[in-house]
T-cell receptor, first 112, second 112 residues
């Protein structure tokens, strides 16, 4: 069964450093989402792509976060510089254009 | 401003009995609602959904009920099994997977 791939699974970094997360959605899925999940809370949408275009990045802290999906397939989420409060699980999901989203295993980030 | 609320952080149920998980929302523009299940160290997986034009959707042991006038939905699991022990997230969207907002989750424990 096709799955959403994410790497790395775990990342430890020091504050002020740059970090990047990668996501490969299920083949053929036009919609890609990045979420941040803080412990004890639900996933919070950071950015939504339709093919290579951003359709919603209203909750993305644009002073330090950036996301791209250049060829409309895989995607990268970057944080520069990382802050202590960025410690969280970063989840990627994809969808064929319907409501249901298929999530990857996530990248757990710890900022020291 | 929590637009989707799951007020019970945890729920404990005996195996074979019914589990009822509740979710409230504030935005009357939401037109699609979903439940996701999450095991530790994994991403959320889709469980069941309901469109705002319906008031019930059933899939095996899982049934979702929607009360639009009360802005409330619930997930019923009958009979509950130990393998159902997980965190359950309620989510709502404006349609087409746009502006998906998740609740904080309810941790279900099913005791054998």
């Amino acid at each position: 069964e096709a799955e959403v791939a994410q790497s790395p699974r775990y990342k430890i970094t020091e504050k002020s450093q740059a970090v990047a997360f990668w996501c490969d959605p299920i083949s053929g899925h036009a919609t890609l989402y990045w979420y941040r999940q803080i412990l004890g809370q639900g996933p919070e949408l950071l950015v939504q792509f339709q093919d290579e275009s951003v359709v919603d990045d209203s909750q993305l802290p644009k002073d330090r976060f950036s996301a791209e999906r250049l060829k409309g397939v895989d995607s990268t989420l970057k944080i520069q510089p990382a802050e202590l409060g960025d410690s969280a699980m970063y989840l990627c999901a994809s969808s064929p254009g319907q409501e249901t989203q298929y999530f990857g295993p996530g990248t757990r980030l710890l900022v020291l | 401003d929590q637009q989707v609320k799951q007020n019970s952080p945890s729920l404990s149920v005996q195996e074979g009995r019914i589990s009822i998980l509740n979710c409230d929302y504030t935005n009357s523009m939401f037109d699609y609602f979903l439940w996701y299940k999450k095991y530790p160290a994994e991403g959320p997986t889709f469980l069941i959904s309901i469109s705002s034009i319906k008031d019930k959707n059933e899939d095996g042991r899982f049934t979702v009920f929607l009360n639009k006038s009360a802005k409330h939905l619930s997930l019923h699991i009958v009979p509950s099994q130990p393998g159902d022990s997980a965190v359950y997230f309620c989510a709502a969207s404006l349609g087409g997977g746009f502006k998906t907002i998740f609740g904080a989750g309810t941790r279900l424990f099913v005791k054998a």
